[in-house]
C-alpha cells in the first residue's frame, strides 16, 4: 500500500517537472501573435525570456522587444535595452539607428544624428553589413543617410560602383529620377549583364517625362564607352516612347558592330509594323534583304512582311490609287513567281486573293487564286479552312449563294469545336439574314454569343439584337428583307445599288424603326468609297437624332475608329471614346474604347 502511494505520488512530481519545464519554455508563435494583436506588455515578456533563452536569434527578438517597448512608450526601458544591447554586440551598426530613432521619438534631434553618423562611421567594409545599415535607415524613410550609407560602402570597397543598383533604387524611391538614372547606368557598365534587370525597373518606374533625360545621358556615356549594352539600352528606351525610328538606327548600327543576322532588326520592325510605323518597319526588312542576302534565315520572311507591310501602308492609307494597287500586285505575283505556290507561300496567296477581291474587284482572279491553294498539297488544314471561308465570301460577293453556304458548311463541320468554325457558322446565319430568313437566322446568332472569339460574340449579338428590335410586325419584316438585301449588296460591293434600296426604303416606309440603321449602313459605304467626310456627318446624325437606338454606340465607335487611323484627330477620338464608356457602359465596345482612350492619352496598358 506504501509503495502504491509512493509511486503515485513520484509519478505526481514528475508530471509537475514536466509542466514547469513547458511553462518555462517561451513561444515564438504566442510572443508574434500577442504582437500582432497589439498585446505589447505580454509580447514584450515573451521576447525578453526568448532573447535570454536563445542566444543565436537573440538580435532578431530584440528588434521585437524593442517596437513593443516603443509602442508601448516605456523609453527608459528602450534607452536600457539599447545600451545593454550594445554593449554585447558593437558590431551591429542598426542598434545606433534604433537608438538614433528612440532620440527622436524623445525630440533629442541632435543626439540622434550623433548616432546616425556613428553607425555610418562604424560600417565595416563587407556588402551584407553595408546594405543591412542602409536598409535600415531607408526603412525609416532617412533616404539621405542610406544614400551616404552605400556612398561610405563604396569607399570602404575601393569601388565606385558597388552600391550603384542600391543607390539608384534609392534615388527612385526618392523622386530623384535623374541621380537614379546615372546609377542605374553605373550599374549597368560595371554589370552588362544586369541589363534586363535595370530595364525592367526603368519600364516600372521611370516617368514617361524622364526617358528624354534617360536618353541624354546614355548619349553622353555612348562618347567614351559604347559597349553594346548601352546602345541596346539606348533602342530601348525609344520604344517605349513608340519611336521605332530612332530604335531601328540603333539596332541596324548593333547589328553590323556585332555582326549579327538581323534578329534584333527584324523583331522591331515586326513591332513597328504591328504600330502602323509603316516606314520604319520597311526600311528594317529592307536593311534585312540588301544587306543580309538569300542565305539569311530571316531573308525569306523579312521578303513576306515587307510585301504584307507595304500593303497594309497602301491599303490603309487616305487616298491610295489603282497605280499603287497594280504595282502592289505585281510585287506579289513576282513573290510567288519566285517563291512557288507551297506551303511557305500560303498566306502570300490568301493576301493576293484579298487585294483582287477587295481593291481591285477582280472576283474572278481572286476566286481563281483560291481555288488553286485549297488543291495545292502539302497546305495546313487551318489554312485551308481559311481560304474556304475566304472562298466562300467571294463566290457571296459575285452572287453565287448555292457555292458560298456550300463551303461555310465545309468549314464549319470541319471545325466545329473551333473559332474557325464558329465564324463560318456565323456566315451560314448571316447568309440566311440576308436571304430573309430572320428567326433563324437570330436562333443560330443567339447560339454563337457563346462564341471563344469576342469579335464573332459581338457580331452575333449586334444582329440578334437588331432583329428582335425591329423584327415585330408584317410591315416591318417587309422592311427588314429591304433593309437586309441593301446590306447583301454592300458586301458585294455594289454600292450605287444599296444606296438606292435604302433611299426606297425610307420613302416606302417612312415611320419605320430602321432609320438610324439606314444612316449606319449609308456611313459604312461612305466608309468603303473613302468618302470620310460623309460618313462623319451620317454617323453625328445617328448620334444626335438617334442617341437611345441600338445603332448610337456603333457609330460613336466607328466614328471614334475613323477619326484616329484615317482622319489624324486623336483629340476627337478620345473625346468619342470617353463619350462610349460613360455614357453607353454596357455596350460591347465600351471596354475597348476605354483601352483605346487609355492608349491616347499615353498611359501604359497592358
Given at each position: 500500500m506504501k509503495k502504491t502511494v509512493l509511486r503515485a505520488a513520484l509519478l505526481v512530481g514528475l508530471g509537475l517537472v514536466a509542466v514547469v519545464g513547458a511553462v518555462a519554455q517561451p513561444n515564438p508563435e504566442l510572443a508574434n501573435q500577442y504582437y500582432k494583436?497589439?498585446?505589447?506588455?505580454?509580447?514584450?515578456?515573451?521576447?525578453?525570456?526568448?532573447?535570454?533563452?536563445?542566444?543565436?536569434?537573440?538580435?532578431?527578438?530584440?528588434?521585437?522587444?524593442?517596437?513593443?517597448?516603443?509602442?508601448?512608450?516605456?523609453?527608459?526601458?528602450?534607452?536600457?535595452?539599447?545600451?545593454?544591447?550594445?554593449?554585447?554586440?558593437?558590431?551591429?551598426?542598426?542598434?545606433?539607428?534604433?537608438?538614433?530613432?528612440?532620440?527622436e521619438r524623445l525630440g533629442k534631434m541632435v543626439e540622434a544624428q550623433a548616432q546616425y553618423e556613428q553607425a555610418i562611421a562604424k560600417v565595416s567594409a563587407d556588402y551584407s553589413s553595408v546594405y543591412s545599415l542602409a536598409e535600415a535607415f531607408a526603412q525609416n524613410a532617412k533616404f539621405d543617410y542610406a544614400i551616404r550609407t552605400y556612398e561610405r560602402g563604396n569607399q570602404l570597397t575601393k569601388d565606385a560602383r558597388r552600391f550603384a543598383f542600391q543607390l539608384a533604387e534609392i534615388y527612385r524611391r526618392k523622386g530623384e529620377y535623374s541621380k537614379a538614372i546615372e546609377q542605374y547606368l553605373n550599374h549597368l557598365e560595371a554589370a552588362p549583364s544586369r541589363l534586363a534587370i535595370v530595364q525592367t525597373q526603368l519600364a516600372r518606374y521611370l516617368p514617361e517625362v524622364d526617358y528624354s533625360d534617360l536618353q541624354r545621358q546614355l548619349y553622353a556615356r555612348l562618347q567614351s564607352n559604347d559597349i553594346p549594352e548601352l546602345v541596346e539600352l539606348l533602342a530601348w528606351s525609344f520604344i517605349q516612347r513608340k519611336d521605332y525610328k530612332n530604335a531601328m538606327r540603333q539596332y541596324r548600327a548593333l547589328d553590323r558592330r556585332l555582326?549579327?543576322?538581323?534578329?534584333?532588326?527584324?523583331?522591331?520592325?515586326?513591332?513597328?509594323?504591328?504600330?502602323?510605323?509603316?516606314?520604319?518597319?520597311?526600311?528594317?526588312?529592307?536593311?534585312?534583304?540588301?544587306?543580309?542576302?538569300?542565305?539569311?534565315?530571316?531573308?525569306?520572311?523579312?521578303?513576306?512582311?515587307?510585301?504584307?507591310?507595304?500593303?497594309?501602308?497602301?491599303?490603309?492609307?487616305?487616298?491610295?490609287?489603282?497605280?499603287?494597287?497594280?504595282?502592289?500586285?505585281?510585287?506579289?505575283?513576282?513573290?510567288?513567281?519566285?517563291?512557288?505556290?507551297?506551303?511557305?507561300?500560303?498566306?502570300?496567296?490568301?493576301?493576293?486573293?484579298?487585294?483582287?477581291?477587295?481593291?481591285?474587284?477582280?472576283?474572278?482572279?481572286?476566286?481563281?487564286?483560291?481555288?488553286?491553294?485549297?488543291?495545292?498539297?502539302?497546305?495546313?488544314?487551318?489554312?485551308?479552312?481559311?481560304?474556304?471561308?475566304?472562298?466562300?465570301?467571294?463566290?457571296?460577293?459575285?452572287?453565287?449563294?448555292?457555292?458560298?453556304?456550300?463551303?461555310?458548311?465545309?468549314?464549319?463541320?470541319?471545325?466545329?469545336?473551333?473559332?474557325?468554325?464558329?465564324?463560318?457558322?456565323?456566315?451560314?446565319?448571316?447568309?440566311?439574314?440576308?436571304?430573309?430568313?430572320?428567326?433563324?437566322?437570330?436562333?443560330?446568332?443567339?447560339?454563337?454569343?457563346?462564341?471563344?472569339?469576342?469579335?464573332?460574340?459581338?457580331?452575333?449579338?449586334?444582329?440578334?439584337?437588331?432583329?428582335?428590335?425591329?423584327?415585330?410586325?408584317?410591315?416591318?419584316?417587309?422592311?427588314?428583307?429591304?433593309?437586309?438585301?441593301?446590306?447583301?449588296?454592300?458586301?458585294q460591293n455594289r454600292f450605287a445599288e444599296a444606296i438606292r434600296l435604302l433611299d426606297s426604303l425610307r420613302t416606302t416606309f417612312p415611320e419605320t424603326s430602321l432609320q438610324d440603321d439606314v444612316l449606319y449602313l449609308k456611313a459604312q459605304v461612305a466608309e468603303k468609297k473613302r468618302e470620310y467626310n460623309l460618313a462623319v456627318a451620317l454617323y453625328q446624325e445617328i448620334v444626335e437624332k438617334y442617341p437611345q437606338d441600338i445603332r448610337a454606340d456603333n457609330a460613336l465607335y466607328a466614328w471614334a475608329i475613323l477619326s484616329e487611323e484615317k482622319l489624324n484627330q486623336r483629340e476627337k477620338a478620345m473625346e468619342l471614346y470617353e463619350k462610349i464608356f460613360s455614357d453607353y457602359s454596357s455596350s460591347v465596345f465600351s471596354v475597348d474604347a476605354r483601352k483605346r482612350f487609355r492608349l491616347l492619352r499615353g498611359d501604359k496598358v497592358q
Open positions: 494583436n497589439g498585446e505589447y506588455e505580454k509580447a514584450a515578456e515573451l521576447y525578453r525570456q526568448l532573447m535570454e533563452s536563445n542566444k543565436n536569434l537573440g538580435e532578431v527578438y530584440f528588434d521585437r522587444y524593442l517596437a513593443c517597448l516603443l509602442n508601448l512608450e516605456k523609453y527608459e526601458d528602450a534607452e536600457n535595452a539599447l545600451k545593454k544591447q550594445i554593449k554585447s554586440s558593437p558590431n551591429n551598426v542598426r542598434l545606433y539607428v534604433a537608438y538614433g530613432g528612440l532620440y555582326n549579327e543576322p538581323g534578329q534584333r532588326v527584324f523583331q522591331l520592325a515586326n513591332d513597328a509594323a504591328n504600330a502602323r510605323d509603316y516606314e520604319t518597319a520597311i526600311a528594317g526588312y529592307e536593311y534585312i534583304i540588301q544587306e543580309k542576302g538569300a542565305r539569311n534565315p530571316f531573308f525569306f520572311s523579312a521578303k513576306r512582311e515587307l510585301m504584307k507591310t507595304r500593303r497594309r501602308k497602301i491599303t490603309e492609307g487616305y487616298n491610295y490609287t489603282q497605280p499603287e494597287l497594280r504595282t502592289l500586285e505585281a510585287e506579289y505575283e513576282q513573290f510567288l513567281g519566285e517563291h512557288g505556290q507551297n506551303r511557305n507561300t500560303a498566306d502570300i496567296l490568301l493576301e493576293l486573293a484579298e487585294l483582287e477581291a477587295y481593291y481591285l474587284n477582280d472576283l474572278p482572279k481572286a476566286i481563281q487564286l483560291l481555288d488553286t491553294l485549297i488543291k495545292t498539297p502539302g497546305i495546313q488544314r487551318y489554312t485551308v479552312g481559311r481560304a474556304k471561308i475566304n472562298l466562300a465570301d467571294y463566290y457571296l460577293m459575285s452572287g453565287d449563294i448555292w457555292e458560298s453556304t456550300l463551303l461555310y458548311s465545309q468549314v464549319d463541320k470541319e471545325f466545329r469545336e473551333e473559332t474557325l468554325g464558329q465564324e463560318a457558322r456565323f456566315k451560314n446565319a448571316r447568309l440566311s439574314y440576308f436571304n430573309g430568313d430572320f428567326e433563324w437566322a437570330q436562333a443560330q446568332f443567339d447560339a454563337l454569343k457563346a462564341s471563344t472569339s469576342k469579335l464573332i460574340a459581338n457580331d452575333a449579338i449586334d444582329l440578334s439584337v437588331f432583329i428582335m428590335d425591329n423584327l415585330n410586325t408584317d410591315a416591318t419584316t417587309e422592311a427588314m428583307a429591304i433593309y437586309a438585301q441593301a446590306e447583301l449588296l454592300v458586301f
